[in-house]
């Protein structure tokens, strides 16, 4: 059996421990210096009017200075960063550049000559998979000889985990993300990103555990110094330590039981060969579905708050990312207008595929639910966001219409809602902002 080698460090100095991970999991052996190598950070979402790097949510900068480093010293000179973070304006080029400029990547330009592109600026080609699948991936990453996949260590609420074979869902055009959300079950989320490392060109994945995200991806999770770093030539064998870091067995992972099937694989780590430190040693525990009442139609919290006369079912795989960068928002502002008066039988439906309570009044969030249930004959009184992604006014007039009144300057001042969840960091010695910044 072959045995694909996984190296597991803990992080201690800048440089070094980057690079006695590449060095324990085999380094880059087939790499040519002449070779053409893209470099897939993970920039989830970024956000101007807070300071925002921010921990387990992004690829540190350091680890990608690093890596950088190690490429150059491997002779490489054709080095390109990219990638296409979710935003709200899909067409809003500022927002990225004020992340490449904040994060330093503008620096790595002129300091080492690398390239740095906004996919979503660059060209799309059409990669056909099995049984008529099809999605648009970013050129330059197609047209590499090597890949570097740089994400961060995270569970993820819809997927378990996010780690090496997720990040690359980042190098996709929108329409292709959307796809991925299929209300198709067999086609699901997790089918979808089982599928996106199988025509990369060769490829090493390094998983940033500096800090670690619970219940990721995004910033309502809670995040953990973890100081750990995963590194392999090969994504689902990376994919696999990380998950068993994280607490889970891979196994539980659908995307991986998909992507192992595919290569004839396993799901455990009897086709591994793990070194550095004993994965027993630093193994975490860190829950990845947020907590909702035995019903499955309220958060737990607000559920223990008395909130009454209103049905918020948890989200599914069908609901993109561009409506879940919302929900925490919306439930943190449906939190606070709580007021003890039972709202009217109020229910918020979001995704794809749930279906309307008959005689409650219904929020349809976003348009892929209008489209589904506009003609509805069981809706008492709909009340539809059409939207996509959901617009913050079409919300807060929805809520509002369904007698829930927010507070508007919650969803006026959204690039500030990171630092509403993020200011419970501030303080904290271990949570630096050095590690987001190259020096």
């Known amino acids: 059996m072959i045995k694909h080698r996984v190296a597991v460090v803990t992080y201690e100095r800048p440089l070094e421990s980057v690079r006695k991970a590449v060095e324990l999991s085999g380094g880059f052996p087939r790499l040519a210096p002449g070779a053409r190598v893209f470099i897939k950070p993970n920039i989830v979402v970024w956000f101007k009017a807070v300071p925002f790097p921010k921990w387990g949510l992004l690829t540190t ?24 973070m979710s935003m709200f304006d899909p067409k809003d080029q500022e927002t990225p550049r004020h992340a490449f400029e904040t994060l330093g990547y503008n620096a790595l330009v002129s300091r080492y000559g690398v390239n740095v592109i906004n996919i979503h600026d660059r060209p799309f080609k059409k990669v056909d998979f099995e049984g008529g699948v099809h999605l648009n991936f970013n050129a330059d990453i197609l047209e590499s000889d090597f890949v570097v996949d740089l994400p961060v260590m995270k569970t993820h609420a819809q997927t378990v985990v996010s780690l090496g074979l997720k990040n690359i869902k980042g190098t996709i055009d929108l329409a292709s993300r959307k796809k991925c959300h299929s209300a198709d079950p067999e086609r699901d989320l997790n089918y979808m990103i089982s599928k996106l490392a199988n025509e990369l060109p060769q490829s090493f994945t390094l998983i940033d555990g500096i800090y670690a995200n619970e219940r990721g991806p995004g910033f309502d999770g809670r995040i953990h110094r973890s100081n750990l770093l995963v590194a392999s030539s090969d994504m689902l064998s990376a994919d696999k330590v990380g998950t068993v870091l994280l607490g ?43 907590a909702y009442n ?47 008066k039972p709202w009217d039988n109020v229910e918020v439906l979001t995704g794809k595929i749930m279906k309307p309570t008959p005689g409650k009044k219904t929020i349809l969030m976003g348009k892929c639910l209008y489209e589904a249930h506009k003609g509805h004959p069981g809706i008492k009184d709909m009340i539809a966001v059409k939207s996509c992604p959901p617009s913050p006014k079409a919300v807060v007039k929805a809520l509002h219409d369904a007698g829930i009144d927010v507070n ?21 010695p271990e949570f630096e902002e050095s590690f987001f910044r190259v020096e």
């Open 294 to 340: 035995e019903a499955g139609n309220l958060p737990i919290q607000m559920e223990k708050m008395g909130i009454k006369g209103l049905s918020y079912p948890k989200y599914d795989l069908t609901m993109c990312t561009y409506c879940s960068m919302m929900t925490g928002v919306i439930l943190m502002s449906i939190a606070y207008a709580w007021k003890g």
């Open 61 to 84: 900068s350091r680890v990608v200075h690093d890596m950088v480093r190690l490429l150059k010293e491997h002779g490489v000179e054709h080095i390109t960063i990219g990638e296409g």
């Open 408 to 428: 508007p300057a919650v969803f006026e001042h959204l690039d500030k809602a990171p630092g509403f969840f993020m200011k419970k960091y501030e303080g904290k």
């Open 248 to 290: 889970y067995d891979p196994c539980q992972v659908p995307h991986l039981v998909h992507a192992a099937a595919d290569r004839g694989r396993t799901t455990n780590l009897s086709d591994l060969e793990v070194v550095g430190e004993p994965i027993e040693k630093v193994a975490m525990k860190l829950e990845y579905s947020f």
